[in-house]
C-alpha cells in the first residue's frame, strides 16, 4: 500500500527556515520520484520541486529555486524539503506526492499524495 506521510510544518516567522519530512511506504524511493506541492486556501495548488529515482532534481517554481531545496535519504525512505527566507507568502499546506515514475515530469498528475503539514509564516 503506498502511503506518504509528511512531517515538519509549523509556525515560522519571516527570515526564519523549516525542515520538511515525507516519509514513504510502500514503495522504494531508488526507483520513484517525489514531489512537493503547496496550496494556500483559495489558490491553486503550487508545484515545488521534484526528485526522481536517480536523484535528478527538477524545479517547478523558479521564484522557489532559489530558497527551498529538495533531498532524499533512500534508507530512510525519507524525501526533505528544506525551506528558507520564509516569507507571509509561504503559508500553505505543503504536501508530497508521487507517479510511481521513475522520473519526475512536469506534467505528470502526482495522484498519490499524503495529509500534508501545515506551514505558517507570521510575525
Known amino acids: 500500500q503506498v502511503q506518504l506521510v509528511e512531517s515538519g510544518g509549523d509556525l515560522a516567522q519571516p527570515g526564519e527556515s523549516l525542515m520538511l519530512s515525507c516519509t514513504v511506504s510502500?514503495?522504494?524511493?531508488?526507483?520513484?520520484?517525489i514531489a512537493w506541492f503547496r496550496q494556500a486556501p483559495g489558490k491553486e495548488r503550487e508545484g515545488i520541486s521534484c526528485i526522481s529515482g536517480q536523484e535528478e532534481i527538477i524545479h517547478f517554481s523558479d521564484s522557489m529555486a532559489g530558497r527551498f531545496f529538495i533531498s532524499k535519504h533512500n534508507a530512510k525512505s525519507t524525501v526533505y524539503l528544506q525551506l528558507t527566507s520564509l516569507k507571509p507568502d509561504d503559508t500553505a499546506l505543503y504536501y508530497c506526492a508521487t507517479d510511481l515514475d521513475p522520473q519526475c515530469s512536469y506534467y505528470g498528475h502526482y495522484v498519490y499524495r499524503g495529509q500534508g503539514t501545515q506551514v505558517t509564516v507570521s510575525s
Open positions: 510502500g514503495f522504494s524511493l531508488d526507483y520513484f520520484a
